[in-house]
């Protein structure tokens, strides 16, 4: 079984920090490997969408209008994902949740999977 358990999230006045972490536990794959691990957010009436990736080699990738503002990091000897997130506004309100591509060995041969947190909220006050 596969687990992403988020923390960090909570409330923030306009302006302020906070930092995302999501623990990946995987206990039923034998051999296995994560790869892309990420964050995605969901604001009240919008669809979800990208925060930012980044790969087990440290390649990152952002949503356009918040890179210099966030920044992901990981910790593979944890399987940790962080998002440091500075300057909040009161936009950034939504569930933020984290994700990792894991790759495992199935009996048709290696196959990779996405896993998902249950999310975090996030909340800005102005």
């Known amino acids: 079984q596969v687990q992403l358990v988020e923390s960090g999230g909570g409330l923030v006045q306009a302006g302020g920090s906070l930092r995302l972490s999501c623990a990946a536990s995987?206990?039923?794959?034998?051999?296995?490997?994560?790869?892309?691990m990420g964050w995605y957010r969901q604001a009240p009436g919008k669809q979800r969408e990208l925060v930012a990736t980044v790969t087990s080699g440290g390649s990152t990738n952002y949503a356009e209008a918040l890179k210099g503002r966030f920044t992901i990091s990981r910790d593979n000897a944890k399987n940790t994902v962080y998002l440091q997130m500075n300057n909040l506004e009161f936009d950034d309100t939504a569930v933020y949740s984290c994700?990792?591509?894991?790759?495992?060995?199935?009996?048709?041969?290696?196959?990779?999977?996405?896993?998902w947190g249950q999310g975090t909220q996030v909340t800005v006050s102005s």
């Open positions: 995987v206990r039923i794959f034998s051999s296995f490997s994560i790869n892309t």
């Open positions: 994700n990792a591509a894991i790759k495992v060995m199935v009996t048709t041969g290696p196959k990779e999977y996405t896993f």
